[in-house]
């Protein structure tokens, strides 16, 4: 990023330069895992460079209120290596472009812009990250030159200082203290499950039993629990979905639950935020439906969210601890989406993907004639796909044409022996299950 401020300088500074440009860094904290800060900028003097008059520097060469590049030639540059806060600003790893805007009577500030690589003049406003108040105070003694120094603390931080003429700018310099983290009782989990074109997202605490009895204990068999610890369990659906089979739109709910030794209640709620189950009612519930729970044999020490028996269509979102486990039915609509869209692609002109839409037919028990004519599409495409042929097989043996199937499996089967690579192994055997199985 430093290298983007060092680019081609404009014409005037091709020439040699009569501010000098200086670069001074200092790091803050330990020694040797500490923020590096370095600043580099131009040095311009209070006496003119061509006639050597003295001139006024605040309030004329440099107006009050008014946006100063804070040096000269290219914009000021701040590079820190880990976060910073100057002032009262919170600065992230990177680096900066910084400006002055000095005032007579008013708080002066200095300036971090997001906008490197420029020249010093115009500032560009529009890209300020931050300002930070800056104190104004007399110098015992004149500074000629422009100089801005950062000067090391006690305590890990610093000041920075810009100086000039008989005039001191400064801002505080500090490491953000570092985050104490301790570990959590209940740790938070994120769970995400593709299931046939749904995505479905839940999030929740995970509570541990640590010797104690939860269902029916802990956790009251009878009332509304929220399904994990902490806030309330989320879980998002990104298309339309049926619960038990009834319908739940699209959208984000809280998942509530009433555990019953015999049956449990799993509620719906459109998402509010809420902590726990403590403000729970039972009017803004969206959907309520009843499931069996199982007994598992081993127990199960911290509470689990998951998916099984996955399908195109379908799936089990399973609520399990200690020796209970909750099975949710979870369908989706595959074939009312995805029907449409693939005839019609079908049907139209261009590339075809004629295996894939044989599979989803035979796959979801559509018309078996037309999954069969597009595999002979494919196969005609790739004469040697004997993968192709195999599933071909299978068409023919979801039709009841078993002479037909085997023919296809054994011609698959013979030219599966004669490839290389992984697909022998597997569709040798594929092809061997299936011969089997129409004898």
Not at 44 to 53: A, F, H, I, Q, V
Request: glycine share 8%.
């Amino acid at each position: 990023m430093i290298a983007a401020a060092s680019g081609v300088l404009p014409a005037a500074a091709q020439q040699t330069r009569l501010s000098p440009h200086e670069t001074t860094s200092a790091v803050l904290g330990d020694r040797r895992a500490g923020d590096r800060v370095t600043i580099t900028y131009g040095r311009p003097y209070s006496k003119d460079p061509r006639t050597g008059e003295v001139r006024k520097i605040w309030g004329s060469l440099v107006p009050w209120d008014s946006a100063y590049r804070l040096g000269a030639d290219e914009a000021t540059l701040i590079v820190t290596q880990q976060p910073l806060i100057i002032g009262d600003a919170t600065v992230l790893a990177g680096a900066y472009t910084l400006y002055l805007v000095p005032s007579e009577k008013g708080a002066s500030k200095l300036a971090i812009s997001t906008s490197i690589g420029k020249w010093g003049v115009p500032v560009d406003e529009a890209h300020d990250l931050a300002r930070v108040d800056l104190k104004r105070e007399a110098l015992a003694a004149p500074v000629d030159q422009l100089t801005i120094a950062i000067d090391k603390n006690s305590e890990g931080g610093g000041v920075l200082k810009i100086m000039w003429e008989s005039t001191q700018f400064s801002a505080p310099l500090r490491l953000p203290a570092p985050r104490l983290e301790f570990p959590q009782a209940s740790p938070a989990a994120t769970l995400k499950q593709h299931i046939g074109l749904t995505d479905i997202e839940v999030v929740y605490s995970r509570p541990s039993a640590k010797g104690r009895v939860m269902l029916g204990g802990n956790n009251p068999y009878g009332q509304v629990w929220r399904t994990g610890a902490n806030s309330a369990t989320r879980i998002t659906f990104s298309t339309p979905i049926t619960l038990e089979g009834k319908p739940v739109d699209a959208g984000t709910y809280e998942l509530f639950t009433i555990p019953g030794k015999d049956e449990w209640t799993v509620i719906l709620q459109k998402a509010q935020n809420q902590w726990g189950a403590y403000a729970y009612d039972a009017k803004n519930d969206t959907m309520r439906v009843t499931v069996k729970p199982a007994w598992l044999t081993e127990p199960v020490e911290t509470f689990t969210i998951d998916f099984n028996d996955l399908r195109d269509e379908s799936a089990t979102l399973q609520l399990s601890w200690e020796k209970t486990c909750v099975p949710v039915k979870i369908g989706v609509d595959v074939v009312g989406v995805l029907k449409p869209k693939l005839d019609a692609v079908m049907a139209g002109a261009g590339k075809k993907p004629y295996a894939q839409a044989a599979l989803f037919y035979l796959d979801h028990n559509l018309d078996l004639d037309q999954a069969e004519a597009w595999m002979d599409a494919a196969i005609a495409q790739q004469p040697d796909a004997f993968y192709y042929i195999y599933h071909k097989a299978r068409i023919l043996a979801k039709k009841g044409d078993k002479a037909g199937a085997l023919a296809a499996a054994n011609q698959s089967l013979a030219m599966a022996k004669q490839a290389k690579g992984p697909e022998n192994t597997e569709y040798t055997h594929l092809n061997e299950v299936l011969i089997e199985s129409l004898k």
